[in-house]
């Protein structure tokens, strides 16, 4: 990207900057003022409604930030798009990147103490999802399974272990052919399978254009040979772009068959339908328990069929929004702002009309029996 480019992003992204808004005043608009989402915030996590939220070990859901999550059923877990280091808005084009020890600890802290998780998946290789994974690998869980695309394993192949990196794109899942999506299903171990499935990736916003960063497929980053060292951010190429269905399985000892205990379904990219759809069948077998959908740049896919449409397509018992916390903002800092340059407002308001929905805020919760 030229140096011109860069300081007009910049200076687009200065505008934006004004457009971070506080959770009260999204919530507290007059525009949300006489809907069920008034008085919403309650504690570490914002509902629409409480009656869910039961402390309980079965399944546990901790949000980490952007499409980062830590996902636990009893004796097995995951972590999703690990990314916690705070890189301020104008060093992003400009500057090198670093992980931060001190924010990976911080938003790992629960995870530590409690289950080690198996596998890490990861959506897309654009930095807010992939960047931190080779330090956390590297420092923390070094036999963990790193389930990603092609991309993916190019931009880890100089940091991390590749025997430990799947590339999954020979396994993915599409609403349009899925034809053997049964044998599409990733067995992580005989506790959880995972089931990729293509998706897209919409515009990170639009003025008179539409802007779509680091598009492209990645590849190894030069220099960049240990997760303690710099690279920049124009070089986490975004690759594909997948949704995952996650099922925490058991097996019935008598007829061998899958019992799935628990399914969730996690998009936090926004997309054209049917992209990231899971395929009908498979649906028609289980429905989804928890969906997990991104909310950044929602309002830069024409025709506003997103997020509406896949959340009544998917019709889950529970839905959760991701990826709304501005994430230009230090981690650790307390409240969360929205990220600019979405209607926040608009979505929970449309959304109001059908759903409730959580919106977790980091390190916040959400168990169920
Ligand atoms: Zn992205």
């Known amino acids: 990207m030229s140096h011109a480019t860069n300081i007009i992003l910049s200076l687009l992204f200065l505008?934006?900057?004004?457009?971070?808004?506080k959770i009260e005043s999204v919530f507290n608009s007059r525009k949300l003022k006489n809907t069920q989402l008034t008085n919403a915030i309650i504690k570490d996590t914002l509902v629409v409604d409480s009656q869910y939220?039961?402390?309980?070990?079965?399944?546990?859901?901790?949000?980490?930030?952007?499409?980062?999550?830590?996902?636990?059923?009893?004796?097995?877990?995951?972590?999703?798009?690990?990314?916690?280091t705070y890189h301020p808005l104008l060093s992003v084009p400009f500057k090198k990147l670093t992980s931060n020890k001190n924010d990976i600890e911080y938003g790992l802290e629960d995870v530590f103490s409690s289950t080690k998780p198996s596998s890490i998946l990861i959506s897309h290789s654009h930095y807010d999802h992939l960047f931190d994974t080779p330090y956390i690998v590297n420092h923390y869980f070094k036999d963990i399974k790193i389930y990603g695309s092609t991309s993916t394993k190019n931009i880890l192949s100089t940091v991390v272990d590749t025997s430990n990196v799947i590339d999954v794109s020979q396994k993915f899942a599409s609403e349009s052919n899925h034809l053997n999506a049964d044998d599409q299903?990733?067995?992580?171990?005989d506790k959880m399978r995972i089931l990729f499935i293509q998706s897209g990736h919409g515009p990170h916003f639009r003025l008179l254009f539409t802007f779509h960063f680091h598009k492209g497929q990645g590849h190894k980053i030069k220099g960049y040979t240990n997760p303690s060292l710099e690279s920049k951010a124009n070089k986490w190429k975004e690759g594909d772009t997948y949704s995952f269905l996650i099922d925490f399985i058991d097996k019935d000892p008598n007829t061998g068959h899958i019992i799935i205990n628990e399914r969730l379904f996690i998009q936090s990219s926004p997309s054209y339908p049917s992209l990231g759809y899971p395929p009908k069948e498979i649906l028609d077998e289980r429905k989804v328990d928890t969906a997990i959908i991104g909310g950044a740049s929602f309002n830069y896919i024409k025709?506003?069929?997103?997020?509406?449409?896949?959340?009544?397509?998917?019709?889950?018992?529970?839905?959760?929004?991701?990826?709304w916390e501005d994430f230009f903002r230090p981690y650790q800092e307390q409240p969360k702002r929205f990220?600019?340059?979405?209607?926040?407002?608009?979505?929970?308001?449309?959304?109001?009309?059908?759903?409730?929905?959580?919106?977790l805020n980091i390190k916040g919760q959400y168990k169920i029996l």
């Open 15 to 21: 505008f934006g900057i004004s457009c971070s808004k």
């Open 53 to 84: 939220i039961k402390d309980s070990d079965s399944l546990s859901l901790q949000y980490l930030g952007c499409g980062g999550f830590y996902i636990k059923y009893k004796s097995e877990s995951v972590l999703i798009d690990p990314y916690f």
């Open 185 to 189: 299903w990733i067995y992580v171990n």
């Open 303 to 323: 025709g506003e069929e997103y997020p509406y449409k896949i959340i009544k397509y998917l019709d889950a018992k529970t839905l959760v929004i991701c990826h």
């Open 339 to 359: 990220v600019r340059l979405t209607n926040f407002k608009k979505l929970f308001y449309e959304l109001q009309k059908e759903h409730q929905f959580y919106l």
